[in-house]
């Protein structure tokens, strides 16, 4: 199909990175974004919860300076402050998102979408309602927070993590119900920012996806810090007494602080689209079904991010964006196009120490039966992380014992986030391990732990 007239519902990571490469191969483009060009990522998630993250991190980070050689540095919270930093990050995202958008000639539409029919979509906006036709509609209106009904979320004292940007008050005494990624970030960030804080992880593992290892670390680098893990738990029940906030467990177990905080996944924002009159298929938690180039069951409406029901991650968002554009406007055509590997997806957890993996994970390849080579150096030996006075994790690489290639790999410590991404290029570029091994990286730096695990 060779489209011209694109519309996109939706302005985060996958809406604008669609609308910005559907403008650069020439399409006329419409983005309608209801709320912050730069969507829930910038506005309500991943750059809110990092930015505490970072004032957490610097807190925390501070009251070891003892181990640098410096004495008596008490760092205090300033909410406000904390507040208007936030703020400050997300304008400055929404102004380039949106100066870039425009000056690729992309017009948007400050309103709300919904499909009317397979080729378009009408917009209600302040001035009233504008009917916009389109050979292509993407929709990525991405995910909310799951609230269960058990939780009787108040914003104050029951909180899903959007209200925690900062919170009312930094909790004295924090539960925090959801051992997953998003819930041991918030782990992380209250303990840093000086609360108490309480675990309920419904396995007996925090992270129960990811390396046993790498896990393993973490729980211990919370158990340090005197957090408290209900193992094997499931909350169902959040009563709030005055100041106090109780989560009561199936197995009767009673959680007690002064704040919950829920992070139990998220829904699909769906509802009110008009999936059903345009003739799209939803599977049955609301997510849009969609094949591997991302298109529905009508196929002149695409779907990237959140809303396709696959790798929830603003990076995943933003690449199955650009290849909507691609496959919607024929740019496939004539080279081969390359569908989204979401095996080869680099992902982290901002914890301290942080965590990040791609590609194959060594368990899994252990429950297949798949013949691997695993090779692991820790930090403790690293030049780099001992004048950081952080020599906690390590790095590993899994690759293949015949070839050499390497096939994923998983980093434990500081800046894991931004070293995984060495692994990551080999997994996707197809390279081995002596070519990382080969490489000649600066010294004294954490990377070279990469090259010494490559050997
Ligand atoms: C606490 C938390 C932290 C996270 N941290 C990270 C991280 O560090 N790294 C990472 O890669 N991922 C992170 N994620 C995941 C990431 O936020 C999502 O994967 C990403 O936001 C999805 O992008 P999206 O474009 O699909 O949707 P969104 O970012 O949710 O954007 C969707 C946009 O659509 C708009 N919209 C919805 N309906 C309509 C409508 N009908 N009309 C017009 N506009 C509409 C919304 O206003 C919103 O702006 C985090 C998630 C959470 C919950």
């Not at 990522?41 to 991943?46: I, K, Y």
């Not at 400050?110 to 906006?125: F, I, K, Q």
């Not at 809303?307 to 080279?335: F, N, T, W």
């Amino acid at each position: 199909m060779n489209a011209q007239r694109v519309v996109v519902i939706g302005g985060g990571p996958a809406g604008q990175e669609a609308a910005s490469y559907c403008a650069r191969f020439g399409a006329e483009v419409v983005l309608i974004e209801r709320d912050v060009v730069g969507g829930s990522a910038h506005l309500l998630d991943c750059v809110p919860s990092k930015s505490m993250i970072a004032t957490g991190g610097a807190m925390s980070f501070a009251r070891r300076l003892d181990g640098m050689g410096l004495a008596n540095v008490d760092p205090r919270i300033h909410a406000a402050s904390l507040r208007e930093r936030i703020l400050k990050i997300e304008r400055r995202l929404e102004d380039s998102v949106t100066g870039v958008l425009q000056s690729q000639g992309v017009r948007i539409v400050r309103g709300t979408g919904r499909l009317v029919d397979a080729n378009s979509v009408v917009a209600t906006t302040e001035a009233g309602e504008e009917t916009i036709s389109a050979d292509v509609i993407v929709l990525a209106t991405g995910s909310r927070p799951r609230v269960p009904d058990w939780a009787p979320m108040d914003g104050e004292r029951v909180l899903m993590t959007r209200d925690a940007y900062p919170p009312p008050e930094i909790p004295e005494h924090l539960v925090v119900v959801g051992s997953g990624v998003t819930g041991v970030e918030f782990v992380h960030m209250f303990t840093s920012l000086g609360s108490e804080v309480t675990l309920i992880v419904s396995r007996q593992q925090v992270l129960p996806d990811k390396d046993p290892e790498a896990a393993a670390v973490l729980e211990q680098s919370f158990l340090d810090r005197g957090v408290s893990l209900f193992k094997g738990a499931r909350a169902t029940e959040i009563v709030r007494d005055g100041d106090e906030v109780k989560v009561i467990c199936t197995d009767g177990r009673v959680a007690v602080g002064s704040h919950a905080l829920l992070a139990i996944g998220s829904l699909p924002n769906s509802e009110d689209l008009g999936l059903s009159e345009a003739g799209v298929e939803v599977d049955e938690w609301g997510f849009v079904v969609v094949d591997h180039n991302l298109q529905s069951s009508v196929p002149s409406i695409y779907v990237a991010g959140d809303l396709s029901g696959k790798l929830p991650l603003s990076s995943v968002g933003a690449m199955q964006g650009r290849k909507v554009a691609e496959h919607a406007l024929g740019q496939h055509i004539g080279r081969p196009h390359r569908h989204l590997d979401y095996e080869k997806a680099a992902s982290a957890i901002f914890t301290e120490p942080e965590i990040a993996d791609v590609g194959l994970a060594e368990a899994e390849a252990f429950a297949t039966g798949r013949k691997i080579r695993v090779t692991k150096v820790p930090f403790s030996a690293n030049a780099k992380a001992l004048i950081n006075d952080d020599p906690k994790g390590f790095v590993k690489i899994v690759s293949d014992p015949n070839t050499g290639h390497v096939l994923g790999g998983s980093i434990v410590g500081r800046h894991a986030a931004e070293l995984i991404s060495v692994i990551a290029l080999a997994v996707t570029a197809g390279l081995n391990v002596q070519d990382i091994h080969d490489t000649l990286f600066v010294y004294p730096t954490l990377s070279e732990a990469l090259s010494e695990a490559a050997e």
